[in-house]
């Protein structure tokens, strides 16, 4: 059973960066989009992405933009998320997700996603 394989998080101060990992492994990128979903404390998984990509480029919500930016590794099947100046608020769960196909007209939603990550903890605090 193909899983995606989230790391790299951990605790941060605000403006610090931190950079995810997603192994992808066998499905590798090619005709998925690739998204990470994030869970605030409190709250259940936001429903769409806030980052992803796909063939025809990549996309992030107003939150993010100018902060994140996803970058993929194919020779270790591995998508990054680059996180820059980082914000209390960006504190939670982070989870990777691939969906089968390319979404012209907006994010996959939790329902399109084929595969989760397992998710990985950012912690932003002073």
């Known amino acids: 059973e193909v899983q995606l394989v989230d790391s790299g998080g951990g605790l941060v101060q605000p403006g610090g960066s931190l950079r995810l990992s997603c192994g992808i492994g066998?499905?590798?990128?090619?005709?998925?989009?690739i998204g990470w979903f994030r869970r605030a404390p409190g709250k259940p998984r936001e429903g769409v992405p806030f980052?992803?990509?796909?063939?025809?480029?990549?996309y992030s919500a107003e939150s993010v933009k100018d902060r994140f930016t996803i970058s993929s590794d194919s020779a270790e099947d591995t998508v990054h998320l680059q996180m820059n100046n980082l914000k209390p608020e960006d504190t939670g769960v982070y989870y990777c997700?691939?969906?089968?196909?390319?979404?012209?007209?907006?994010?996959?939603?939790?329902?399109?996603?084929?595969?989760w990550g397992q998710g990985t903890q950012v912690t932003v605090s002073s």
């Open positions: 980052i992803w990509t796909s063939a025809d480029g990549t």
């Open positions: 066998a499905i590798t990128s090619g005709g998925y989009t």
């Open positions: 997700a691939a969906a089968l196909g390319a979404f012209y007209d907006g994010p996959p939603t939790e329902s399109d996603i084929n595969y």
